[in-house]
């Protein structure tokens, strides 16, 4: 596995999905189970789309005390939990089932409901979790993100107006994509988070990538590029994924 630094980010590249898959799984489980050693609890965001199956599953086999792990998500189509694009089912089949994560613990995004009154369910949920405030942002310990093809993360796609808020919690979002309405975490809690896990795998992911780290900061184009701003991140990536990052 390759390691290095590039902008505010550290990557890990591995030859395949497996690779990436495990050493995705195992940063994350680190960063809880180091969470759980000084708090009674720690909150972990997830993403779906196809991508992160083998990484769900993974995780779900390492030594981690679940019932102390609080699950949430970064985005939600407006979808049935039982719909095969349910972000909620993918985790639910591969990670919450088989890791026997407490249902108590399930912070699902309601994509069956109306997606504005989804978020507005959800973030009511947040809040009454975190115990938040007005004006009060959320704190993940982690936050699991995705890369689409067009380097949108959550459900903010390029040209998205919601990019530019750093106050809101949750919001309800039309994107040119099936299903067009989702529910989507906002930049000001992605930027708050303790940390945060990229995991991007496959050929189909490459311009993406290189976009992200190769083109000026331009997040209204390049929605992933957010979390440069001041933070470390870490991204898990594929040589596919990678391919078209210049050697440093």
Wanted: with cysteine; hydrophobic share 45%; proline share 7%.
């Amino acid at each position: 596995m390759n390691v290095s630094r590039m902008h505010s980010s550290v990557r890990h590249i591995s030859p395949d999905v497996q690779g990436a898959s495990e050493a995705c799984a195992r940063h994350i489980a680190a960063l809880l189970e180091s969470t759980l050693a000084e708090r009674p609890r720690a909150t972990l965001a997830l993403s779906g789309g196809a991508g992160p199956r083998p990484m769900f599953e993974r995780l779900a086999d390492l030594p981690l005390v679940w019932r102390n792990v609080h699950v949430f998500w970064a985005d939600e189509r407006a979808v049935p939990p039982t719909d095969e694009r349910s972000n909620y089912k993918l985790a639910l089949e591969s990670l919450i089932i088989p890791a026997r994560i407490p249902a108590a613990n399930v912070h699902r995004i309601h994509g069956e409901m109306k997606a504005e009154a989804a978020a507005q369910a959800y973030e009511a949920d947040i809040r009454a979790f975190f115990g938040l405030g007005e004006g009060e942002l959320p704190q993940f310990d982690v936050i699991h993100l995705g890369l689409g093809e067009n380097a949108h993360t959550c459900s903010l796609f390029p040209n998205e107006p919601l990019i530019d808020d750093r106050t809101g919690i949750a919001a309800a979002v039309h994107v040119q994509a099936e299903p067009p309405w989702r529910v989507t975490l906002l930049p000001g809690v992605l930027l708050g988070a303790k940390h945060i896990a990229f995991y991007a795998t496959g050929e189909e992911k490459a311009e993406a990538v290189r976009a992200v780290f190769r083109e000026p900061f331009n997040p209204r184009r390049y929605p992933a590029q957010i979390t440069q701003q001041g933070r470390d991140t870490v991204w898990f990536m594929d040589t596919a994924a990678a391919k078209l990052l210049a050697a440093e």
